[in-house]
């Protein structure tokens, strides 16, 4: 009779349980968007249709949008697949919007594939704006590696150390796992203060994995450590975005990060561009970075593309280094910038 009475007791639970999960997403209740974790900037993006939802990426490019440059830059796109590989070899330039978003000109990817040659390599661009290591991981797996590059070139951080709303991506990935009852997202807390988008011991094992995955399928990496001309204006403008707390200093977070990148040097297969330190040999003529001291100008643009074709022709430079060969091909590739210099507005541009 216990027995009996106990399971009815169950079943009713379990049915208005099974109710509740219902009624919450038939009416969406409980329903996780990317904004509700990277606050404005997401939510503007894709009300203004650059970005459609992904379940696996959290978002993605809207596709279709300015096809012209999306053929000069040789953009990938999560829902296309990409042609097999010919005889060329091929470089996939994985990134975020550092290495995709131009107020002129065309992405460093574009100008790596000059430097490098049509005949002898393909330079395919991976990059999304706002994308972390987090996401990229999850997309060398789901679609890139299967493309077979020689040499993926990896341009992460920024996005990993800017602060949420309250849940990293790791947290926000087990969220919106397919299966997951929105009973238990209502329950969910979110972080105070807000966090990290990826914590530094994610970013590193982000990193790792990337490069673990790209060796073994035969492939070689690039991890570039990311330039930046810091002002104070940058870092009030991080604080009323919401990316920074007003208590942290941005210059010193950005180093905790290109830290992590440089640990990498040395390893086999790995190569360390260490893109921060040339830069600011370059010095400040032509200006190499846009007013948000973290996008390129198109003079910029130039020069990490001549780095990156330096660096996997020669070797150069694999330590993090600014050997002479490195910088003057940067150097060159400015001369040329000054004489050739584009007003053709790229895709879109950041906000700064």
């Given amino acids: 009779m216990f027995l009996k009475k106990a399971g009815l007791v169950l079943f009713g639970v379990s049915v208005a349980l099974l109710a509740g999960e219902l009624l919450l997403r038939a009416i969406g209740f409980g329903q996780l968007t990317p904004q509700l974790s990277f606050g404005e900037r997401a939510k503007e993006a894709l009300e203004q249709g650059y970005f459609e939802p992904d379940q696996t990426l959290f978002w993605k490019p809207r596709a279709g949008r300015n096809p012209r440059f999306q053929r000069a830059a040789n953009l990938v796109h999560p829902d296309a697949p990409i042609a097999p590989r010919g005889a060329r070899q ?4 994985l990134g975020d919007s550092c290495s995709r978003l131009v107020s002129s000109g065309l992405p460093y990817s574009a100008y790596a594939q000059v430097e490098l040659g049509s005949d002898d390599w393909e330079v395919l661009n991976a990059s999304v704006p706002g994308y972390s290591s987090h996401q990229g991981l999850r997309w060398l797996q789901s679609q890139l590696l299967a493309a077979d590059p020689d040499v993926v070139a990896i341009y992460f951080g920024w996005n990993d150390h800017w602060r949420t709303t309250g849940r990293t991506d790791r947290e926000y990935e087990r969220l919106i796992r397919p299966g997951r009852l929105r009973l238990l997202n209502l329950l969910s807390r979110r972080s105070d203060p807000p966090p990290f988008r990826v914590p530094p011991d994610e970013y590193r094992e982000n990193l790792q994995s990337m490069i673990d995955e790209v060796i073994e399928a035969g492939g070689r990496v690039v991890l ?10 940058n870092q009030r403008h991080y604080v ?31 190569a360390v561009l260490g893109a921060d330190v040339i830069f600011d040999t370059l010095g400040e003529t032509p200006p190499l970075f846009r007013n948000d001291g973290v996008h390129l100008t198109e003079a910029g643009q130039r020069a990490m593309g001549a780095l990156i074709a330096e660096q996997i022709r020669s070797g150069t430079g694999a330590d993090g280094t600014a050997t002479p060969a490195l910088l003057n091909a940067a150097r060159r590739a400015l001369a040329a910038s000054n004489a050739n210099a584009s007003g053709d507005v790229g895709e879109y541009s950041p906000p700064e």
């Fill in 90 to 93: 091929r470089l996939i330039v």
């Fill in 224 to 233: 570039i450590a990311a330039p930046h001309r810091f002002a104070e204006k």
């Fill in 240 to 270: 009323a975005d919401a990316q920074l707390l007003p208590e942290d200093d941005a210059p010193a977070i950005h180093r905790s990060y290109l830290d992590i990148v440089r640990e990498f040097g040395g390893r086999e297969g790995v």
